[in-house]
């Protein structure tokens, strides 16, 4: 019912800068809700990984890897989703995924994945 789709991610070089969005849109009906929101990513080989939360009202929550270079946000009136990547570093190379509970017009409260996009940190 609901259709979350990342984008911004490509090849940055070390202690470069990426801003990923994602833009959550129902299928048939429109979104009335979007409530807790995170940001996973999943690296070759590892499992994915939670990276970073924001709730309803904006608390922010972030994985200690991430914790002073990574800046999650929203903008609830778009039903966006956001995450500012500063000082990015090679063991931040994932794919990066956009997770959330979102609602629908004449639905309930359910749980959804985006696609992923590809985060490259390489010189």
């Known amino acids: 019912q609901v259709q979350l789709v990342e984008s911004g991610g490509g090849l940055v070089q070390p202690g470069g800068s990426l801003r990923l969005s994602c833009a959550a849109s129902g299928r048939i009906f429109s979104i009335t809700d979007m409530g807790i929101m995170h940001w996973y990513r999943q690296a070759p080989g590892n499992q994915r990984e939670l990276v970073a939360t924001i709730t309803r009202s904006g608390n922010t929550n972030y994985a200690d890897s991430v914790e002073g270079r990574f800046a999650i946000s929203r903008d609830n009136a778009k039903n966006m989703v956001y995450l500012q990547m500063n000082t990015l570093k090679p063991e931040d190379t994932a794919v990066y995924y956009c997770?959330?509970?979102?609602?629908?017009?004449?639905?309930?409260?359910?749980?959804?994945w985006g696609q992923g996009t590809q985060v490259t940190v390489s010189s």
């Open positions: 997770n959330g509970e979102i609602k629908v017009r004449g639905g309930r409260l359910a749980n959804y």
